[in-house]
């Protein structure tokens, strides 16, 4: 995407806006990983910051914003992908200026975590009653 203005072009790759999405999802509580697949980078012992998300920008500035995720089990799935959107399109558009049309979620999984880590990282909030 490249906006015109006096002093020069302004390009933001969408690789920065995915970037972006992934870092936001790390702060919702309940989302346990991104991405689907294993990539090479990942076999080769690196992580991809923007696995898992793919962006799409059209001419106008708007944007789409497809994310891969897993979710612990435990929580309701459709609270923690509704505020997965609200802080993807929030961080996108406060650092972008770019306006999200779209944050699709595709939950392709559920992570069970055990015990210890569970009861040290705050149990109980946003979970599904059980």
Request: net charge neutral; aromatic share 4%.
């Amino acid at each position: 995407m490249t906006l015109e203005k006096q002093l020069g072009d302004i390009r933001i790759e969408n690789s920065v806006v995915a970037t972006i999405a992934a870092i936001a999802a790390q702060e919702v509580e309940g989302v346990a990983s991104m991405g689907g697949k294993f990539s090479l980078s990942e076999m080769l012992g690196r992580k991809d910051a923007d696995r898992g998300v793919k962006v799409e920008i059209e001419e106008n500035s708007r944007v789409t914003i497809y994310v891969d995720v897993k979710i612990e089990y435990g929580y309701n799935m459709y609270d923690a992908a509704h505020e997965l959107q609200r802080k993807i399109k929030n961080s996108v558009e406060q650092m972008t200026g770019l306006a999200v049309e779209k944050v699709n979620i595709i939950i392709n999984g559920i992570i069970l975590r055990d015990k210890k880590e569970k009861s040290s990282s705050g149990e109980g909030k946003g979970k599904a009653s059980r």
